[in-house]
C-alpha cells in the first residue's frame, strides 16, 4: 500500500518537499493555512547547489522562464563607492559547478514549484487549514487542523513533514517551544521595475555595499525586467510591527545611510520615485542545529525555517529548504527501512550542513557590518584575494546528500 505523508505548510519548503515526496513515491497531502498558494517578499539568490536541484527535478526550463542569471557578483565600499573585488558567475559557475548561479523573485519560485506539483495526481493541496498538534504512537501520526472558523479535524498518516516556518506549531509540538533569537538587525526589502530607475542605477549583476553596521544588496529579477534591493542595518524593531506605518520606511533608511557614497543614496533613493515601498523584517533566527535529533524524531521531520531559520547573509535561506526537500526525497524512497529510519537518515544527511550554513551566515554578518580597523582589514583582504574570498566551493559543490550513515 503506497505510504501517505502530511506536510504542514506550504511555502517554499512545503512545495518543494511535496515534490520530492511525491517523486519518491509517496502519497501527500499538504496544508496550507491561507486561502490561496501566494509568497510575500522579494528576492531570492539561489546559488548553483540549488539550481541542480531544481534540475534534477526537471525544472530547468520553468527556471529559466522567470529568472535571471547574473554575469557578476561586486562587493562595493558603501562610503566610497570603490569596487572591492568580484566574483565571476555566469559560464563561470556553470563550468566550475555544473549549474548557473541564479536570482529570482520568491513568488516566481513558490509559482514554479507550485506548478510542479499541482497537477501530481498523488498530491492533494489543502487550504485553509492549521496544523496545531500532533501525535505520533510509531505506527502513525495523527495531525490535528484547525479551519478559520475554529472547527477542528484530525488526519492520520504514515509521516509528517513540517515546513510551516519560523513559528512552526510542527517544531514546538516536536521539540518544544522556544523563543526565536532576535538578531538586532531590519532589513528594508523593496523591488522596482528597472525601466523605471535613471539608467545609470540599472544593474544586471549582483552587488553587495558594505558599511560600518548596514550593507545594501541589490540584483536583477525576472529575465533583468526587476530589481531587488535589500538594505540592512543594525537597530531594533518599532514596538507595534503589525501597526507599523510603512511609508516612514523610506525616510528611516535614508537617515541611516546619510553617510554612504552617492551612487548608493541615489539608489536608496529613487526605489519610492520608481514606484517601490520599502518594506521592513526584523530578522530572527535561532542557533545552529545542534544534532540530527533536531530535524527529525519518529516519524515527523523538519524543513527549511521550521529546523534552522538563518540570517540572510550567505544567501542560502530557500536554497537550504530545497536541499532538505532533495535529501527528503532520497530518503523516502529506501522503502526497504522503517520509515522512522528514513527519517533518520535525512536528519543525519543534513544537520550538520544546516548548521555550517547558518554559523556562516551569522559570521558574515558581523563581517559585512564591521567598524573601525576590522573593516579596513576586511577591504584590504577583499582588494587582495579577490575571487578568492568570495567563492565558496564547499557550499556550491555539495548538498549535503552523503554527510552521515545509520
Not at 132 to 155: C, F, M, P
Not at 216 to 222: A, D, E, M, N
Not at 260 to 275: H, R, S
Not at 379 to 403: F, K, Q
Request: aromatic residues 6%; glycine residues 10%; positive net charge.
Amino acid at each position: 500500500m503506497q505510504k501517505q505523508v502530511l506536510i504542514a505548510g506550504g511555502g517554499i519548503g512545503g512545495l518543494a518537499a511535496a515534490l520530492g515526496s511525491a517523486r519518491a513515491g509517496w502519497e501527500v497531502r499538504l496544508f496550507e493555512r491561507a486561502d490561496a498558494f501566494s509568497e510575500v517578499g522579494a528576492g531570492v539568490q539561489i546559488g548553483p547547489n540549488v539550481v541542480r536541484r531544481l534540475q534534477a527535478w526537471g525544472l530547468q526550463g520553468a527556471l529559466q522562464a522567470v529568472a535571471s542569471f547574473p554575469d557578476r557578483l561586486q562587493v562595493r565600499s558603501a562610503r566610497s563607492g570603490a569596487q572591492l573585488a568580484a566574483l565571476r558567475l555566469g559560464a563561470r559557475a556553470i563550468e566550475r559547478y555544473g549549474a548557473a548561479y541564479a536570482t529570482i523573485h520568491r513568488a516566481d519560485l513558490h509559482a514554479l514549484l507550485l506548478e510542479a506539483v499541482r497537477d501530481l495526481p498523488q498530491v492533494h493541496l489543502n487550504l485553509g487549514l492549521t496544523v496545531q498538534q500532533h501525535v505520533d504512537d510509531g505506527s502513525a501520526v495523527t495531525v490535528r487542523l484547525a479551519y478559520a472558523d475554529g472547527r477542528q479535524i484530525d488526519v492520520e498518516g504514515d509521516a509528517l513533514i513540517g515546513a510551516d516556518g519560523l513559528r512552526s506549531a510542527t517544531r514546538a509540538c516536536l521539540l518544544g517551544r522556544t523563543p526565536t533569537r532576535v538578531s538586532g538587525h531590519l532589513a528594508y526589502r523593496a523591488v522596482v521595475r528597472q525601466d523605471a530607475l535613471p539608467q545609470p542605477l540599472r544593474s544586471g549583476d549582483v552587488t553587495v555595499w558594505l558599511g560600518p553596521r548596514l550593507h545594501v544588496v541589490q540584483y536583477p529579477l525576472r529575465r533583468g525586467e526587476l530589481l531587488n534591493v535589500v538594505a540592512i542595518r543594525h537597530g531594533q524593531p518599532p514596538a507595534d510591527l503589525d501597526g507599523w506605518d510603512h511609508s516612514a520606511n523610506a525616510a528611516d533608511l535614508e537617515a541611516a545611510l546619510a553617510r554612504t557614497c552617492a551612487p548608493l543614496q541615489d539608489l536608496i533613493k529613487a526605489v519610492p520615485q520608481a514606484g517601490g515601498g520599502w518594506r521592513l523584517w526584523p530578522l530572527l533566527d535561532r542557533p545552529p542545529v545542534a544534532g540530527p535529533h533536531e530535524m527529525a524524531r519518529g516519524l515527523v521531520a523538519l524543513v527549511g525555517d521550521a529546523a534552522h531559520p538563518m540570517r540572510p547573509y550567505l544567501a542560502q535561506g530557500a536554497g537550504m529548504a530545497i536541499e532538505d526537500a532533495a535529501e527528503l526525497q532520497r530518503a523516502l524512497s529506501m522503502h526497504d527501512l522503517e520509515v522512522t529510519l528514513r527519517l533518520r537518515r535525512y536528519a543525519l544527511n543534513r544537520w550538520q550542513r544546516n548548521a555550517r550554513v547558518q554559523e556562516r551566515a551569522r559570521r558574515n554578518g558581523r563581517i559585512f557590518h564591521a567598524t573601525g580597523p576590522v573593516r579596513w582589514g576586511r577591504d584590504l583582504a577583499l582588494r587582495l584575494l579577490g575571487e578568492r574570498l568570495l567563492d565558496v566551493p564547499w557550499l556550491y559543490r555539495g548538498d549535503g546528500s552523503s554527510a552521515s550513515s545509520l
